[in-house]
């Protein structure tokens, strides 16, 4: 019998993880969006099925040992697969998708390389890597090889809305600011209004203007200088004793993260050290921030959290343990201190 909780549970995973670079544009009109992402990534999950050969899972009189159970299974079985004929394209992105729904980040990216090297001239191909490539750095930034891969897409198919969309991230990374406006801008009219205002509030933002509407309060709200350098926050990291032999090893990474409470998963400041280094204090600020369109500065509150990552990036992982999260109204001039503890 097929397995639907997986199969729904995986769509649900995947679509978390292909939103993730795109929340800024589509917090406008999510439930559309979101519905259409849940489908697409429902079906990419049956596609796992059926590219292992095993498409009579899904039918009710198969029994269960004729497919794959979990994702963990269906990965190492797409691996084993793959090992035999790596010259399957199709095989690498699902294999790619797949670790990013169990949060592989990085071996995502690396499958997703697989995939470009096969098909150097796949327009959707070259736009996943360089997003997955971009997650699986420690600060979500894109490097020159995302960046290529972009605008090879973008010379693929000038269109791709999403590859217009991450060249803009990409500019604005680089301090590209008129230049990633202009790249928005060709976006807006193909968007649905409440989407285009919410774009509209991110290219304002590059051109440094100050959008009546942005973060839901008017632009006489909007920190000065003055308060922005005082919206930093010191934070001390010490890891419970029950860790202390883990975090010596110098296996695992330490990740310092304020994010929007209740909101997306990208961070507004992180910082990376290693593990052996704690206990450890550090201040979070703009500098701190991987997108120039959210920073600390901009905020009244932020939730704030340590992490032990075994996979080395920013994305939360099989294995990785946080702390509690703490939330903090800005700007502050209290240390922080927060704990690294096994939970139940």
């Known amino acids: 019998m097929v397995n639907w909780p997986f199969l729904i549970g995986a769509g649900l995973l995947a679509a978390v993880a292909t939103g993730l670079a795109l929340l800024p544009l589509w917090r406008a009109g999510q439930r559309r969006i979101w519905g259409t992402l849940l489908a697409l990534a429902v079906v990419a999950t049956l596609g796992l099925y059926q590219w292992?050969?095993?498409?009579a899972a899904l039918q009710p009189q198969a029994v269960a040992s004729e497919g794959p159970q979990t994702i963990e299974q269906g990965i190492s079985a797409l691996q084993e697969a793959l090992a035999k004929n790596p010259q399957r394209v199709d095989g690498w992105v699902l294999l790619a998708r797949s670790q990013l729904e169990i949060g592989k980040v990085a071996d995502a990216a690396a499958s997703y390389q697989r995939a470009v090297q096969l098909a150097p001239?796949?327009?959707?191909?070259?736009v996943e890597a360089a997003q997955t490539r971009a997650q699986a750095d420690p600060k979500f930034l894109f490097d020159d090889t995302a960046s290529q891969w972009l605008a090879h897409a973008r010379e693929l198919a000038p269109d791709n809305e999403r590859a217009i969309w991450l060249t803009g991230i990409v500019q604005r990374q680089r301090g590209q600011d008129e230049l990633a406006a202009q790249t928005w801008e060709s976006l807006l009219s193909r968007l649905e209004p409440a989407a285009a205002v919410a774009l509209q509030e991110q290219i304002d933002i590059a051109r440094g203007k100050q959008p009546s509407t942005a973060h839901g309060r008017d632009a006489s709200a909007t920190p000065s200088a003055a308060t922005a350098a005082g919206n930093s926050i010191q934070v001390t990291v010490t890891v419970a004793p029950a860790l202390a032999a883990r975090a010596a090893s110098g296996k695992d990474t330490l990740f310092v993260i304020a994010r929007v409470p209740?909101?997306?998963?990208?961070?507004?400041?992180?910082e990376r050290h290693p593990a052996q280094a704690t206990p450890l204090t550090v201040t979070l600020d703009d500098g701190d921030s991987p997108m120039p369109t959210q920073k600390l500065s901009d905020l009244q509150e932020v939730e704030v959290f340590a992490?032990?990552?075994s996979s080395g990036t920013a994305m939360r992982g099989e294995g990785d343990i946080e702390s509690e999260p703490v939330r903090v109204k800005l700007p502050t001039n209290e240390p922080l201190n927060v704990v690294i503890e096994?939970?139940?």
């Open 52 to 55: 292992l050969g095993t498409p």
């Open 121 to 126: 001239d796949e327009p959707g191909v070259l």
């Open 262 to 270: 209740g909101g997306p998963p990208m961070p507004v400041a992180v």
């Open 307 to 309: 992490r032990l990552s």
């Open 342 to 344: 096994p939970r139940p």
